[in-house]
């Protein structure tokens, strides 16, 4: 990657329209009740860029990364693989919470309901301060 964070030429861009051109059903589900702040006004973004990693459904106002995990996240390499993603997000601020494909399908209701309850900000994680005039979140 060159000078920009999002430089056009590391390819971030057309890899987060293929990851949401090709996501799963559970993906699709689980976005159709998060997208529009239909989640108690919470605006999230699909397949946002975090760093060398991709959030499968970001919230940048709470600092939530909601992730839905199918087949590919069983095993012993991929849950390594995923622990190491959990602690890079968490050290850039991030809480992440991960559901599987299953759950999605079979009780979206109880998913969103955990979802709604991490929107809330804790004492552990307060949200956010206001970005100074004239940024922006990325």
């Known amino acids: ?11 971030s861009i057309d890899r987060a329209r293929k990851l949401r ?11 159709s009740a998060l997208r529009r ?5 919470a605006k999230f973004r699909r ?12 919230c940048q106002a709470a600092r939530l ?3 839905v995990d199918g087949d590919t996240h069983a095993g012993e390499q991929a849950v390594a693989r995923d622990a190491r993603r959990t602690a890079y997000l968490a050290s850039e601020g ?3 919470l991960r559901f599987t494909n299953a759950d999605v399908m079979d009780n979206l209701e109880g998913v969103t ?13 307060p949200a956010p301060l206001p970005l100074p005039r004239g940024e922006r979140e990325i």
């Open 1 to 11: 990657m060159s000078g920009s964070r999002f430089d056009i030429r590391d390819g």
């Open 21 to 31: 051109r090709d996501a799963t059903p559970a993906e699709q589900r689980l976005w």
């Open 37 to 41: 702040s239909a989640l108690d006004g």
């Open 47 to 58: 397949q946002q860029r975090l760093g060398p990693y991709f959030g499968d459904f970001v």
């Open 65 to 67: 990364v909601v992730e």
């Open 94 to 96: 991030y809480r992440v």
């Open 113 to 125: 309901s955990v979802i709604r309850s991490a929107l809330v900000p804790s004492p552990s994680h």
